[in-house]
């Protein structure tokens, strides 16, 4: 089983649908919770970053965290068709080293106009 | 300000040849570090280099080299290639190295071994 579990979709919604990305994990330890947006052809960008548990909330996206379910979401609201893209997550029990960044494969999701 | 640049975009060889990725990160940055992304197994982390030196390091074998410069590029290499090292290689530059701080990657090299 992987540290960190995510449904590679395909996801695909109509434009202006509410869409939420999961994704699951094991190591109670993980503080540092993170989703990139990965556009096809491109390199990973950084979405959104949260520490421990509650809400963040950046214009239509809003990232979630439930440690006690180890269960973390981004949510999309009045997606867009320039929000097709893969999204990853990715989490650690540190943040003064990226090499113990685990990272979700990813979901790919399409929004339909 | 410039993003991180990758070059070669694409690349093909043949199984035991050598390759050498190269990254020029963002101004001021001072960590590179490297992924290899694969659907099967996802963004996998190399190793980290900061002022010169590396600083972390995965779980790949010493095929997977790499190294840093004065002004902070970066170059990969990869030797005796092996047809699973077909992937896209990724680059990525922060400040400090932190995840705490946001990570900047390139596009990729996309890795092509026949």
């Known amino acids: 089983q992987k540290e960190v579990e995510q449904d590679p979709g395909p996801l695909s919604v109509p434009e202006g649908a509410i869409v939420s990305l999961n994704c699951t994990y094991s190591?109670?330890?993980?503080?540092?919770f993170m989703w990139y947006r990965q556009y096809s052809r491109k390199g990973p960008e950084l979405l959104m970053y949260?520490?421990s548990s509650g809400n963040k909330e950046d214009g239509r996206f809003t990232a979630q965290v439930d440690k006690s379910s180890k269960y973390i979401s981004l949510f999309i609201r009045d997606s867009q068709p320039s929000d097709s893209a893969t999204y990853l997550c990715?989490?650690?029990?540190?943040?003064?080293?990226?090499?113990?960044?685990?990272w979700g494969l990813g979901t790919s999701l399409a929004v339909n106009p | 300000k410039a993003g991180v640049t990758q070059t070669p975009r694409y690349l093909i060889k043949t199984r035991g040849q050598q390759v050498t990725l190269s990254c020029s990160p963002i101004?001021?940055?001072?960590?590179v570090s490297w992924y290899q992304q694969t659907p099967g197994q996802g963004l996998q982390f190399l190793f980290e280099?900061?002022?010169?030196?590396?600083?972390n390091k995965g779980n790949f074998p010493g095929r997977f080299s790499g190294r840093q410069f004065s002004n902070s590029r970066s170059e990969m290499n990869v030797s005796t290639l092996e047809l699973g090292d077909s992937a896209l290689y990724l680059c990525?530059?922060?400040?400090?190295?932190?995840?705490?701080?946001?990570?900047?990657f390139g596009d990729g090299t996309r890795l092509s071994i026949l």
């Open positions: 280099y900061f002022s010169e030196t590396q600083r």
């Open positions: 190591n109670s330890a993980f503080q540092y």
């Open positions: 101004s001021g940055h001072r960590s």
């Open positions: 990715a989490m650690s029990d540190n943040a003064g080293n990226n090499r113990k960044l685990i």
């Open positions: 949260t520490y």
């Open positions: 990525a530059s922060s400040q400090q190295g932190a995840n705490n701080q946001p990570q900047h």
